[in-house]
């Protein structure tokens, strides 16, 4: 082969390994982080509903 297409062909490849690695990664990372923050906030929600419900039941009783 020649060296002329070896040279042309790696430094593509390392293009998209750079491209990959500066566009691709990073979207991934922050869809992942949102997915996880809206898991957080979701159980959070529960939590409180949960705590708020309970709160209200506790305090039906003791006015009856």
Known sequence: MDYQILFDVAISAI???ILLLFFVAPITII???????????????????????NSNHSLDDRQD
């Open 15 to 17: 293009n998209i390994i």
């Open 31 to 53: 869809i992942i982080l949102i997915r996880k923050l809206i898991k957080y906030l979701d159980a959070k929600t529960k939590y409180y509903e949960n705590n708020v419900n």
